[in-house]
């Protein structure tokens, strides 16, 4: 080996050290916890391993419903965030005076406690004996009934879990497009207007092919942040998710650890390690896509 490579080992030793201390281990200690069946928490000891904890996990009503939920979130999450966020920026984009002042008043909510923003969110929506909030006054303008979007039906609850997700990271997508739009080369552009070529065609040819790592990136976040979401319905729905009807698997995993049936970390590892699995499929087939939509 020589002294170059041996200098840059040593350069990346650190971040390899973090890398195998803090991701590594322990995912390989979360695969081993949920193999071992029988774990008792106090003595430290397991009967047997297997395959047990799995197929408690994947036949548990409640990981089934965390799974749909956290599946529905995902699924409207996602795109919709990513392209009311790529729409904006466009008009920001647009938008020469005042541009820096609009950023900033659409990037508030990112940096705004996610509790506070969802207090907000349940004083909004929710109904109760005395009032019955400003979204179903707003509602009944419509001559739409009053409905309660807190404690009421699953479809209320999942409108508002999938719009307040959807309102808190949204600001980041508009400022990483917004960022990529700047960069495209404005003598593309020119030469369009040139050609005489419509703003879809632009948009589709020059824009959209020229920004698409940045999208690429965000899809990719987005997935694995709406996979791992868990606060976002906290701050809506309280603590007790199971009995919402409204917990995600990250929520599951927190409660076999530690809620009221609490006590079960080869359960919460089981669970662990079957999002740590559909995470990576969902990623690897983006990526296979992306090798021939994203232009690099």
Not at 117 to 128: D, N
Not at 245 to 268: C, E, F, Q
Request: charged share 10%; proline share 5%.
């Amino acid at each position: 080996m020589s002294g170059n490579n041996k200098k840059a080992w040593l350069y990346l030793l650190p971040a390899l050290l973090f890398l195998i201390i803090f991701m590594v281990y322990p995912l390989i200690d979360v695969l081993i916890y949920s193999m071992e069946e029988g774990f008792n928490f106090a003595s430290q000891t397991y009967f047997g391993v297997g395959l047990y904890n799995y197929s408690y996990v994947l036949h548990d009503p409640y990981f089934l419903q965390a799974v749909q939920n956290t599946f529905i979130l995902v699924i409207i999450t996602v795109p919709v965030s990513t392209g009311l966020a790529l729409l904006i920026s466009l008009g920001l984009s647009s938008i020469r005076p005042l541009r820096s002042l609009y950023q900033t008043i659409y990037f508030l909510p990112y940096v705004t406690n996610t509790l506070a923003v969802g207090l907000v969110f349940m004083i909004l929506f929710q109904r109760t004996e005395y009032t019955d909030g400003l979204v179903n006054l707003m509602l009944s303008w419509f001559g739409a009934g009053p409905v309660d979007f807190i404690d009421g039906p699953y479809w209320a609850k999942m409108f508002v879990l999938c719009f307040y997700t959807i309102w808190v990271v949204m600001p980041f997508k508009i400022l990483v497009l917004t960022s990529a739009l700047a960069s495209v080369n404005p003598d593309y552009y020119k030469a369009a207007r040139v050609d005489g070529t419509p703003r879809l065609r632009v948009f589709a040819r020059i824009t959209l092919p020229a920004i698409s790592p940045m999208l690429f990136y965000l899809i990719i976040t987005g997935f694995i942040g709406a996979f791992k979401a868990y606060s976002d319905a906290v701050a809506l729905f309280g603590t007790d998710l199971n009995a919402a009807g409204m917990n995600t698997i990250v929520g599951y995993v927190y409660d076999m650890l530690y809620g009221d049936s609490g006590g079960y970390p080869s359960y919460a590892s089981a669970a662990a390690i079957i999002l740590f699995a559909i995470v990576l499929t969902i990623t690897c087939v983006n990526l296979l896509v992306s090798r021939k939509k994203v232009q690099y």
